[in-house]
T-cell receptor
Framework: EAGVAQSPRYKIIEKRQSVAFWCNPISGHATLYWYQQILGQGPKLLIQFQNNGVVDDSQLPKDRFSAERLKGVDSTLKIQPAKLEDSAVYLC????????????????FGPGTRLTVL | RKEVEQDPGPFNVPEGATVAFNCTYSNSASQSFFWYRQDCRKEPKLLMSVYSSGNEDGRFTAQLNRASQYISLLIRDSKLSDSATYLCVVNIVYNTDKLIFGTGTRLQVFP
């Protein structure tokens, strides 16, 4: 079974530039997550989609970050404009969850995009 | 106070040693608990879920103490391949799958 795909794997930009990341979840997985992992820290949830609707975006810095999941499959995360503190690994994850309720589903992570902002 | 706290380590242990990691969480309403493993420059992967009764998977044993809001992971007979960062993870709300990750504990097993 193919895993979660992300691209690009690495990106270097200057501050104030824009950048976009792409994620293709595991086929059939309804829920998609974007995490930010700063060096030395655990992943922090930025946004959660179920199908093409947003479930939780409470920790997404909406003045500069945006995400969409049109058609409920692939997703893109954009940063505009980037700041130095946005340097991190951006991880996409997916899980099968279709309905609310029940035990937590396992989340499967992609390899991440390592962003460096100069 | 952080929602999930771990000792960052590193823990340097010889092959064959037994090592234990601890984790505390601040929200008493936390519902589900996990240990994830993250190799250097790789993505996190689920190692095991943690149940109130304790659970074991081969050389790995996880324990949960809800009264003390404390989770542990014990690794017996450490292998070189166990070298990684171990992330303590908590789900606060039962049906939202919102995971809160600790900063991770780094383990280095040497020959």
């Amino acid at each position: 079974e193919a895993g979660v795909a992300q691209s690009p794997r690495y990106k270097i930009i200057e501050k104030r530039q824009s950048v976009a990341f792409w994620c293709n979840p595991i086929s059939g997985h309804a829920t998609l997550y974007w995490y930010q992992q700063i060096l030395g820290q655990g992943p922090k949830l930025l946004i959660q989609f179920q199908n093409n609707g947003v479930v939780d975006d409470s920790q997404l810095p909406k003045d500069r970050f945006s995400a969409e999941r049109l058609k409920g499959v692939d997703s893109t995360l954009k940063i505009q404009p980037a700041k130095l503190e946005d340097s991190a690994v951006y991880l996409c994850a997916s899980s099968p969850r279709q309905l609310a309720g029940g035990p937590t589903d396992t989340q499967y992570f992609g390899p991440g995009t390592r962003l460096t902002v100069l | 106070r952080k929602e999930v706290e771990q000792d960052p380590g590193p823990f340097n242990v010889p092959e064959g040693a037994t090592v234990a990691f601890n984790c505390t969480y601040s929200n008493s309403a936390s519902q589900s608990f996990f240990w994830y493993r993250q190799d250097c420059r790789k993505e996190p992967k689920l190692l095991m879920s943690v149940y109130s009764s304790g659970n074991e998977d081969g050389r790995f044993t996880a324990q949960l103490n809800r009264a003390s809001q404390y989770i542990s992971l014990l690794i017996r007979d450490s292998k070189l391949s166990d070298s990684a960062t171990y992330l303590c993870v908590v789900n606060i709300v039962y049906n939202t799958d919102k995971l809160i990750f600790g900063t991770g504990t780094r383990l280095q097993v040497f020959p």
